[in-house]
């Protein structure tokens, strides 16, 4: 009889060891998803923040093109008036 209590015993020890780990590591698993979330937003802010950076980008870029293209033609303009002064002067 104090054999099958003894063993009744260990089982329950050994059935709240791994619920204590269980917890335990609910409890981990939980602290970092709200961690990561409270730190970093959810996912939808972030890709809407990503969506918005990638069209100012765009924006960007295409009013870098313009103004190279303006200051590529402000310059032809210059050259070809520099080019008609010193012909002018040269007669």
Same mark, same amino acid.
């Given at each position: 009889? =104090?054999?099958v $209590?003894?063993e %009744?015993?260990?089982?329950? !020890?050994?059935?709240?060891?791994?619920?204590?780990w269980?917890?335990?590591?609910l409890?981990?698993?939980?602290?970092?998803?709200?961690?990561?979330y =409270?730190?970093? $937003?959810?996912? %939808?802010?972030l890709?809407r !923040?990503l969506?918005?950076?990638?069209?100012m980008?765009?924006t960007l870029?295409?009013?870098?093109?313009?103004?190279k293209s303006?200051?590529a033609?402000?310059n032809?303009?210059?050259? %070809?008036?520099?080019?008609?002064?010193?012909?002018?002067?040269?007669h």
């Open positions: 009889m =104090t054999q $209590g003894h %009744a015993e260990e089982v329950k !020890d050994v059935v709240w060891t791994y619920t204590g269980a917890v335990i590591l409890i981990c698993v939980g602290a970092g998803v709200f961690i990561g =409270t730190m970093w $937003g959810s996912a %939808a802010t890709k !923040d969506d918005q950076s990638v069209a980008i765009g870029k295409n009013e870098r093109e313009t103004l303006q200051i033609r402000a032809a303009d210059k050259d %070809a008036c520099q080019k008609q002064l010193a012909g002018g002067s040269a």
